[in-house]
C-alpha cells in the first residue's frame, strides 16, 4: 500500500445504527526543513516526494531561486527531517524569512509583507487555452486524484501543457502539494513557463503568489478564490479560472488567454 | 453587503462559451499579531471578528490559557494589526514560538515538537450524543454557513450542545473558523466542555489539538481526518466524527459517546 495511506476499522453511523467497516485514511507526516543548519519550518504533510516538497518550499519561500542554489538536500525519512546546503550568502535572510513565517491553516499567508514589494515580473505569456482543452484537463486531473477517491483527505496539484498532465501531486496540505510540483520541476530542469497549473483548493493570494514565482500564466482551480487572489493574478498577467468542475469554470483574470473554440 | 465578501463581474465559461455574470467571492484580510510588541504571526483571514480570532490563535499556541493573561487587546482594522499585552513573564516563550510557527497552508502544523510533550489532560467527559441528534447539528450547521453559499470560498465552524448550535463562525481558513470560537468563548466566558465542535474542514492533528487544548470532547467534521488526527483524538478520550454528511458519518475514535438512540 502506499505510504500516505492506511487502513483502519471505523464505525459507520447510519440512521439505522452503527456498523464496523474497513476505511482508507491519509496519512500525516511532519516535516522539519533545516537548511544550513537552521531550522525554517516544520510542514504537515503527506510522506511522499519529501525532496520535491523540500526544494519546492524554499523556492516558493525565497531561499532558493534553481537548483543551482542548493548544495545538497538529504532526507532523514525516519526522523522527519530534510537537510539542506545553499550556497553561502544565499540566504542571509533566513532568521528574517524565519519570522516572516507563518501560521498553519487552509488560507494562512506566508509573507507579512506585500508582494508587491519583492521585485517579480508578470507573465507576458501569450498563450492561450480553449474551454474544451481545460476542460479535458480536469478530466484527466479528477482520475489520477486516486488517493483523494480513496480518502477524501487530500490536495491535488499538476503541471500541464494544452494537451494533458506532464506532473501530478497529491498532499494533504494545497500548498504542499503546489509546491511538490514546483520542486520537481526545479530537481528535473522542466520548464514551466507556457505551462497550466492546476488545483483541487482554494486559491488565496499566496497560492497565485508561488504560481507567479513559478513564471506560469495560468492557474485553474476546482475551488474558490479570495478577491485578493484575483487582484494579485490581474495585476501580474495570470489568468485565473476558478470553479472548474462539471461543465462550467468561472474566469476571474486575464480572460483573452481562454478561447471559445476547440 | 458583509465586509467578508464582495461582489464582481466573471466570464463565466462553459460548452457553449463565455458570457459576462455577477458572482460573490470572499474577501482575503492579513492580520499582523504582535504580542507585548513583539509580531507573532501574520493570518491570512477573513475580516471579521478579529479579537476573537486573534484571542483564540494566542489560545490554540499556548500564549495565552485565558482572558485572564490579557491584559490589553486593540483591532486596527485599518492597519491590519492586532496588539495584545499579556501579564509579563506569561509569555516569556515567545522568541521560541515563533520558532515554532509553521508556515501556512490546509494541513500544515503549529508544532514542530510532540503534543505529548506538552502536559495536557484528556477529555473525561461523559457527555453522549445521538446519531439523530448529530444528524440536526449537521443540518443546521449547513444551513447557517451563509457566505459558502454565497462563496464556496470559506470554511464554518460551530460550538453546540447536543439541542443546537451556540456560536458559529466563518473563515477562509479552517483553523482560523475554530480559533474564532475559542476566542469568543475566551473573552466572552463560555464553557466549552461537555460540548461538541463542528467543522467543515480536514481533521489533522493540529485540528484536534485545539479542540483538546478547548476540553471539548466531541469533533465533528464534515470531511476527513488523518491518521495522526485518529490517533491524538483516541488517545486524549475525543471522540472524532468526520464525513458526517447526507445521512452518513464515519466514527474514528472513541465511538462509545455515539449512541444509537435518539
Not at 487502513?7 to 440512521?15: D, N, V
Request: charged share 25%.
Amino acid at each position: 500500500m502506499r505510504k500516505e495511506l492506511k487502513k483502519t476499522i471505523i464505525l459507520q453511523g447510519t440512521e439505522q445504527g452503527t456498523e464496523r467497516k474497513e476505511d482508507t485514511i491519509v496519512n500525516e507526516f511532519h516535516l522539519a526543513i533545516f537548511v544550513n543548519k537552521q531550522l525554517i519550518a516544520t510542514l504537515t504533510c503527506s510522506p511522499a516526494k519529501l525532496d520535491y516538497l523540500t526544494t519546492g518550499f524554499l523556492f516558493s519561500e525565497g531561499l532558493i531561486n534553481g537548483k543551482e542554489d542548493i548544495n545538497g538536500l538529504i532526507i532523514d525519512q525516519h526522523e522527519g527531517v530534510a537537510k539542506v546546503k545553499t550556497e553561502q550568502g544565499k540566504n542571509k535572510g533566513e532568521a528574517q524569512t524565519v519570522r516572516r513565517l507563518i501560521i498553519s491553516g487552509g488560507g494562512k499567508s506566508c509573507f507579512t509583507e506585500p508582494y508587491y514589494n519583492q521585485s517579480r515580473q508578470g507573465s507576458n505569456s501569450q498563450i492561450k487555452i480553449s474551454i474544451t482543452e481545460i476542460f479535458a484537463l480536469m478530466d484527466e486531473f479528477i482520475q489520477l486524484s486516486k488517493i483523494f477517491q480513496d480518502t477524501g483527505g487530500v490536495h491535488s496539484a499538476a503541471l500541464c501543457d494544452k494537451n494533458g498532465i506532464l506532473l501530478f501531486s497529491e498532499d494533504i496540505g494545497r500548498h504542499n502539494a503546489i509546491d511538490k510540483i514546483f520542486g520537481e520541476c526545479i530537481l528535473k530542469g522542466i520548464k514551466t513557463n507556457e505551462r497550466v497549473i492546476l488545483t483541487s483548493g482554494r486559491v488565496s493570494s499566496e497560492i497565485v503568489h508561488k504560481v507567479l514565482k513559478g513564471n506560469v500564466p495560468l492557474l485553474i482551480s476546482k475551488s474558490a478564490p479570495t478577491d485578493m487572489g484575483i487582484q494579485l493574478a490581474e495585476e501580474f498577467g495570470i489568468t485565473l479560472i476558478g470553479f472548474a468542475r462539471g461543465r462550467r469554470m468561472n474566469i476571474y483574470s486575464q480572460g483573452w488567454r481562454v478561447v471559445n473554440a476547440a
